[in-house]
């Protein structure tokens, strides 16, 4: 528990455990084993509230604050990172009509996807573009009332089964957002099947040659697509991911305790050799110093705080690799086991090394927030890109 939560929130996160553990749990081995989302399960999410969360209830959303979401985010995350993401995907597509989208987007999409009644899919990653989101090549060219679109993007979570694309590319050399539905013509889908982590979140290449869509389909002004769309949501999919590490590191924690407490070697249980309760302790603290730096980066969000970014990178930097450190002993303390087929751990371990890579890989976090101390200690030496 963390001290300073209301009873609201308190209250709320219990129920959000309980619920996850109803609908999410059932499923979790399968979507990863199966590598496929279940159709039914985005229907139950949208039913739980768990879609659209941080939006107004207007909008068909729960209206949570930012620490309430992350508790959500915590776990979904400890019960299978593959729902977690979807569920960031959706609110990343949803967060950026709701802030950035016009009148009419917002009837025709909000509603929907809180529901569950459509999948979205947020698509700026290019083969050749990873995190320097500001060099994609994807073009977007005016002819008359359209739209044409031409260029490709890959590593685009749940881009096999979405029905909504947010698409990144430069409308006359300027970044810029598109709503695109999926069956337009002019677009093609290659599933990526067989990844090492969050194999069930249906990664996809999505090819658009000679896509064409109404003007109207802008989601805000012309060159705001990276320094305002496209920021403001990855922000929200750092903090998801962030807590997400958090609740998968409490999972590895808990089997751990499970397995040490139970497994008897030289005549005494695991968890009574002084070793693996090194092990275990640093499962405890590093999992419970991820979970303040989440809190933190959540409330300095929801102020506005100048900082807030550089403590949402320091949180998706700390539990992503807490995560990663955490998975690893857990397929330590329970040996041939945590590598067996079926084991959970190994599934843990495998989603762990996935959240050092998305979102920002661990080497670009870490270049950001250096730079951002440098900055603050020299601001002359800050240029337009540094901030």
Excluded at 297 to 314: C, K, V
Aim: hydrophobic share 45%; glycine share 10%.
């Amino acid at each position: 528990m963390i001290a300073g939560l209301s009873d609201v929130q308190a209250k709320l996160w219990r129920s959000f455990r309980e619920t996850v553990d109803t609908i999410v749990a059932p499923h979790a081995a399968s979507i990863d084993a199966s590598q496929a989302f279940p159709v039914g399960l985005v229907a139950e999410l949208g039913d739980a509230g768990f879609l659209s969360a941080l939006s107004p209830p207007e909008w068909g959303g729960g209206g949570l604050d930012l620490t309430s979401y992350g508790l959500l985010s915590e776990e979904l995350g400890r019960t299978c990172s593959n729902v977690r993401n979807f569920v960031a995907v959706q609110d990343m597509v949803s967060q950026s009509i709701e802030r950035w989208g016009n009148e009419q987007q917002r009837r025709r999409w909000l509603r929907p996807l809180a529901a569950g009644q459509v999948i979205a899919a947020f698509a700026l990653t290019e083969p050749g573009v990873g995190s320097d989101a500001s060099a994609i090549t994807t073009e977007a060219r005016r002819d008359g009332s359209e739209i044409v679109l031409a260029g490709t993007k890959k590593w685009i979570s749940f881009g096999q089964s979405a029905e909504l694309l947010l698409v990144f590319a430069q409308l006359e050399g300027r970044h810029t957002a598109f709503l695109v539905e999926a069956q337009t013509p002019g677009i093609r889908v290659d599933p990526l099947n067989d990844l090492l982590g969050l194999s069930g979140s249906m990664l996809a290449e999505i090819t658009f040659d000679g896509c064409r869509v109404p003007c109207e389909s802008m989601v805000g002004l012309a060159g705001s697509g990276l320094v305002f769309v496209a920021s403001s949501a990855l922000t929200l999919g750092r903090l998801s991911t962030a807590w997400g590490c958090v609740g998968l590191a409490q999972a590895c924690l808990d089997e751990s305790t499970a397995y040490a407490t139970d497994r008897r070697q030289f005549g005494k249980p695991l968890a009574d050799h002084q070793l693996v309760q090194q092990i275990l302790a640093d499962m405890i603290t590093e999992s419970r110093a991820a979970r303040l730096l989440c809190w933190q980066a959540g409330l300095a969000t929801e102020r506005d705080d100048a900082d807030a970014m550089e403590q949402t990178l320091a949180a998706k930097y700390y539990a992503s690799t807490a995560a990663a450190r955490i998975a690893t002993n857990a397929v330590q303390v329970q040996g041939a086991r945590g590598m067996g087929a079926g084991s959970t751990v190994a599934r843990l371990f495998r989603d762990a090394k996935a959240m050092e890579v998305i979102e920002g890989s661990t080497q670009v976090i870490q270049q950001l927030i250096g730079g951002w101390s440098v900055n603050a200690r020299h601001p002359a030496s800050a240029t337009v890109g540094d901030r």
